[in-house]
């Protein structure tokens, strides 16, 4: 499967950015997918995750309350609703796939079998 990650931007502190991963090649209703984030000069981190139906989620603690992951499995995307966003999230956001087809609750990078090549989001103060 190939993924495709889109949406980041500049925006200001405070302010909205929904980012997408569409996949082709294979459904990702086969598997769950995760959103991770890299900022310069630090380690790739998670963000979220939600299992194949999206009947479960999870996200990294300084993100919960302000990023829903969602997932559309008949337009083969998966998106990440960011709002009230800080400085501190900027970073190069990407989408990955767990093909093992469980829910594993991963928040390893080494979880995940397949990587879209990564979105850049900015905020500004």
């Known amino acids: 499967v190939q993924l495709q990650a889109s949406g980041g931007g500049l925006v200001q502190a405070g302010g909205s950015l929904r980012l997408s991963c569409a996949a082709s090649?294979?459904?990702?209703?086969?598997?769950?997918m995760a959103w991770f984030r890299q900022a310069p000069g630090k380690e790739r981190e998670f963000v979220s995750a939600i299992s194949r139906s999206g009947g479960s989620t999870d996200y990294e603690d300084s993100v919960k309350g302000r990023f829903t992951i969602s997932r559309d499995n008949a337009k083969n995307t998966v998106y990440l609703q960011m709002n009230s966003l800080k400085p501190e999230d900027t970073a190069v956001y990407y989408c990955?796939?767990?093909?093992?087809?469980?829910?594993?609750?991963?928040?390893?990078?080494?979880?995940?079998?397949?990587w879209g090549q990564g979105t850049l989001v900015t905020v500004s103060s």
């Open positions: 990955a796939a767990d093909r093992s087809g469980l829910y594993t609750r991963s928040r390893r990078p080494d979880g995940y079998d397949y």
């Open positions: 090649g294979r459904t990702i209703s086969a598997y769950a």
